[in-house]
């Protein structure tokens, strides 16, 4: 019974191909006929599409052109994969068939398409299926609505839309080719994959279902599940969906706790939180509207911490007035309040060479630590802070900012504290008040040196005025040399007046004439400025290297004073009476 069925096939396959058929109405993606007919009878007999089963073959004039066609359990085979449906019609002199119903193709590969129609020509061997089209193989489930497939290039093609799903993940996209070979998927437009962690939403990306790793050639932002706010931005970058490791090369953001990282190159761990970036740098906080820019920079997600290193520098703003900062490295950080863990602190340190500017405010040290949001400053090893034309250095200088004023209320000075005011700021004059002790408490007001409290070996320098009663003119009066255990000085304008002296108190009013110019300044008077920080730019090196400023020492009454000495000592000298040797 079998091979009458397969003799009845034979004969009427013959038969069949004497009658002149019209060639097959094709998808666009199909128009590749055979011209010569002969092609495919004189074609091989394994490149021929073959019947395997059929339980109805059917020839009619009147329908699909004359073309046999096959219904119930058909089954046909081309060289490895088996097309089933539930009815084929074959164009035989084209090698060409379509599949109505329940279309079904297997693969020597594995993969299997299944759909609502199919068209397939065995020549080229590039076929089309429509209508709820699903592709398997054991890497993944392609779903979409017209699929075309290339046995011969091993790949496949959809641009009306579809979703690609394995056993973890599944993708959106407008249009994609997977090639069966490599397991690479290139989708196009409107891309999506939905991961159980990650959304990954972008405009061109090629993913390999082997590796798990994704290219990104368009804009993409992959975003957290749980916390939407953190996520990642870039324009060119390769993903791996394993291990959550994102390596971005262009226009490239991460955004985390609130903060926003970019570089020209970056890497990020979303698994362990870890972030790099080098080339131009930015780490931008809005909420503390504070930035850090640099050539190298790392990310800690989990810790909420940050680092800068390479000519770093930071910016905080505020209402009036921005703060800069500079250093070798920049440390950032955000800690719980110890007395409300919802709200949380900022810190800011600055190490080796730091360096900052204020505009009421500038000064340099080995290191820095500031906390941003109540407003407390550390400077550590060689402190050195400049207001105006005052000068406070130190073993460490403690700084206490107005959080909402933005002003500098006090200093705290720790060991060898040092304290230089220049008498007339608009005078060259060398001239200086100075005061200098053990600890120090610098009170401000109005962004300038209001009092001035020393503690343990206090010593003070200041000069002395008083207004001359004829010409009503401020007249000097002379220096005064102060010492005792605690000092109080008031400055009010360019006077530095010595409030209290206690604790073993001496106090002596020098007039100009009587004090010599190198008793004017401490031994270890250090006014400086070649460093002195002058405007916001000069953080950015390790020193500004400014000329030092040249004062004029005022030495006339002195030095009268001297020369009329020196006269009376020679006129004593002269009535001595002279020894004369007999």
């Known amino acids: ?7 009845f096939i034979f004969i009427s396959t013959i038969t069949f191909a004497q009658d002149k058929q019209k060639p097959a109405q094709r998808d666009p993606y199909l128009q590749n006929p055979v011209k010569n007919p002969q092609q495919v009878q ?56 379509k599949a109505i119903g329940n279309a079904r193709l297997q693969n020597p590969d594995g993969s299997v398409i299944t759909a609502g129609e199919m068209e397939y020509d065995a020549n080229t061997q590039k076929g089309v299926a429509r209508k709820n089209v699903v592709l398997t193989d054991p890497k993944q489930t392609i779903k979409t609505e017209i699929l ?8 496949a093609y959809f641009n009306t839309g579809g979703t690609i799903s394995d056993a973890q993940n599944t993708m959106y996209t407008k249009s994609a080719t997977y090639f069966l070979d490599t397991k690479l998927i290139d989708f196009v437009g409107n891309v999506k994959i939905d991961t159980p962690d990650y959304v990954i939403d972008g405009d ?26 953190n996520r990642i931005y870039t324009e060119r970058g390769t993903y791996r969906m394993n291990t959550k490791e994102a390596f971005l090369n262009k226009n490239s953001k ?23 970036a080098t080339g131009n740098v930015t780490l931008d906080d809005p909420k503390e509207r504070r930035w850090i820019k640099g050539g190298y920079g790392e990310i800690f997600e989990k810790k909420d911490s940050a680092m800068m290193t390479k000519n770093p520098y930071a910016v905080r703003a505020f209402e009036k007035d921005s703060m800069y900062f500079a250093a070798e490295k920049i440390i950032s950080y955000q800690r719980p309040d110890s007395l409300d863990i919802k709200v949380k602190k900022s810190f800011l340190r600055a190490f080796r060479k730091g360096r900052f500017y204020k505009s009421n405010a500038q000064g340099r040290a080995d290191s820095l630590a ?29 700084a206490y900012f107005n959080t909402q004023n933005e002003n500098i209320d006090s200093l705290k000075v720790i060991g060898n504290s040092f304290a230089i005011s220049k008498v007339d700021s608009l005078s060259m004059k060398d001239e200086f008040n100075q005061v200098k002790g053990r600890l120090m408490t610098v009170h401000y007001q109005n962004n ?56 073993g108190a001496t106090s002596d009013t020098y007039p100009m004439s009587k004090i010599e110019p190198s008793k004017r300044k401490f031994s270890d008077f250090n006014w400086n400025t070649k460093d002195k920080i002058r405007k916001w730019q000069d953080i950015l090196v390790d020193t500004p290297n400014y000329e030092e ?17 020196d006269k009376e000592k020679a006129k004593e000298e002269a009535k001595k009476p002279k020894r004369t040797r007999k």
């Open 1 to 7: 019974m079998r091979l009458i069925f397969f003799l």
């Open 42 to 97: 004189q074609a091989k007999p394994e490149d021929k599409v073959k019947i395997i089963n059929a339980d109805k073959i059917i020839k009619d004039p009147e329908i699909y052109d004359g073309n046999r066609y096959m219904k119930g359990n058909v089954k046909l085979e081309h060289q490895g994969s088996i097309v089933t449906a539930d009815e084929v019609i074959l164009y035989e002199e084209e090698n060409f068939v």
């Open 148 to 155: 075309y497939y290339d046995k011969l290039a091993n790949q």
């Open 204 to 229: 061109n990306i090629k993913q390999n279902q082997l590796t798990k790793v994704a290219e990104f050639f368009g804009p993409t932002t992959i975003t957290n599940r749980k916390n939407p706010k």
């Open 254 to 276: 991460i955004f985390y706790n609130d903060k926003i990282l970019t570089g020209d190159d970056m890497y990020f761990n979303q698994l362990t939180g870890f972030g790099k």
């Open 370 to 398: 500031f906390n941003e949001t109540d407003g407390v400053m550390h400077m550590y090893t060689k402190p050195i802070l400049w207001s105006g034309e005052k000068q406070v250095t130190g073993d460490k200088i403690e």
């Open 448 to 503: 300038d040196i209001k009092e001035v409290t020393v503690i343990g070996n206090a010593q003070a320098i200041s000069y002395a005025d008083d207004v001359d009663q004829a010409t009503k003119q401020p007249e000097r009066i002379g220096i005064s040399l102060t010492s005792c255990g605690i000092i109080d000085a008031l400055f009010e304008e360019k006077v530095m007046q010595i409030v209290s002296c206690n604790i």
């Open 549 to 565: 400023i040249k004062y004029e020492t005022e030495s006339s009454l002195y030095d009268k004073a001297q020369e009329a000495i």
